[in-house]
């Protein structure tokens, strides 16, 4: 099996980063927004009217994960069943979790990009320190460069 890189996004350094794990169900969010609207707690201004809602029973069977990582960053995740007579609500959640971290892939190897960029910018800059440092010695004294 080949070395791992450091610079290559695992599976351990995204459940390393988890801090919260949220999940419900469709229909449980769009009940939970139409309970802040008859509360009055929707955003000022927000003009629609408060009515009875109906949801559509295929909502019961969408699962939506929602992680929040150690930095506030949040990774949604979903998962869908068509059929209600096989949905199993822990393998949404599993299914919505594996959704979520796979979004996580393309936003840790971005990082992990960023600080690799930054080390190699560290390394150059530290050696044309040393060299400047050396031109500038050669000059000041130049028997101290050949000792």
């Known amino acids: 099996m080949a070395e ?15 801090a919260h794990e949220y999940y419900f169900k469709a229909n449980q969010g769009v009940i939970g927004v139409h ?7 929707w955003a000022e201004g927000d003009t629609r009217p408060v009515a009875h809602v109906e949801l559509h029973t295929a909502l019961n069977l969408i699962t939506i994960c929602v992680l929040v990582l150690v930095n506030g960053y949040t990774l949604t995740g979903k998962s869908v ?8 609500e822990e393998l949404g959640k599993k299914y919505a979790r594996q959704d979520a ?31 400047a440092q050396k031109e500038l010695i050669s000059k000041v004294n130049p028997d101290a460069v050949n000792n």
């Open 4 to 18: 791992q890189s450091k610079w290559q996004v695992t599976d351990k350094m995204i459940e390393a980063t988890i």
């Open 35 to 41: 309970a802040e609207i008859a509360a009055g707690e």
């Open 81 to 88: 069943c068509l059929d209600p007579a096989v949905f199993d």
């Open 101 to 131: 971290i796979k979004q996580a892939y393309p936003v840790f190897a971005f990082s992990l990009a960023q600080l690799r960029a930054f080390e190699v910018q560290q390394a150059d800059l530290a050696a044309r320190i040393a060299a």
